[in-house]
């Protein structure tokens, strides 16, 4: 599958600790949970184009002589296309965008997702946690790092979808690695614990007013 390295990126839905079925529930017999994340590339981005030509090499190679057909058919589609205008989304942040909507199945094993130093955030399938934790907890104190909001860099797949469901271009989520803070989505801040003091334990309710 052609792969694609993402630089500084606004990151949007994360799905990133415990996969989620689609719409939240299982709907047919073989869906699978997955993780997602979406990033938004500035409509004059050079990495617009990028991804467009590696879309367009997958639609040739699966689709060879029809592949204009079919890129015709699913271009800015979003229910065919991974990669659609942000103004066709009502979300906030979106404008002057587009998005790039990826997913991973639990089956496939969870993305690699990665502090600035390279340090994994979530334990991964070798969790070692002293208290048991599983693949899809957070290493102490790395909670509020990567948030719906904030800069990342990603590395992705394109694969071509052709089947009962219809001719597509799906993205496949291989890593994320937090880059830098941004406005959290919804007018929120970034999560920081630093904005609060050591509290002793057993200190009542009149210590912390």
């Known amino acids: 599958m052609p792969d694609l390295k993402l ?6 839905f994360p799905t990133l600790g415990e996969p989620e079925y689609y719409q939240g529930k299982k709907q047919r017999p073989d869906d699978q949970r997955r993780w997602s994340g979406t990033f938004l590339i500035p409509t004059g981005s050079p990495m617009k184009e990028q991804i467009e030509e590696v879309m367009k090499e997958v639609a040739k190679a699966k689709w060879g002589a029809k592949w204009e057909a079919v890129w015709n058919a699913l271009d800015g589609d979003t229910k065919l296309s991974c990669f659609t205008d942000g103004k066709k989304k009502a979300y906030e942040g979106y404008q002057g965008h587009w998005a790039l909507t990826s997913h991973r199945k639990e089956s496939e094993g969870r993305p690699g997702v990665f502090d600035t130093d390279r340090s994994p955030i979530f334990y991964g399938k070798n969790a070692t946690g002293k208290d ?12 509020g790092r990567v948030y719906g ?3 990342v860099n990603a590395h992705v797949n394109f694969w071509a979808q052709d089947n009962s ?5 799906r993205c496949e989520l291989v890593a994320i690695q937090r880059n830098r803070d941004g406005d959290a989505f919804s007018g929120g801040m970034a999560p920081d614990a630093d904005q609060f003091d050591e509290i002793t334990e057993g200190a009542d309710a009149d210590d912390l007013s």
Do not use: F, Q
């Not at 469901?165 to 271009?169: L, S, V």
């Open 7 to 12: 630089k500084d990126v606004r990151l949007s």
């Open 132 to 143: 048991g934790e599983g693949p899809n907890d957070m290493y102490p104190g790395k909670a």
């Open 149 to 151: 909001g904030c800069y």
């Open 165 to 169: 469901n219809g001719k597509g271009i």
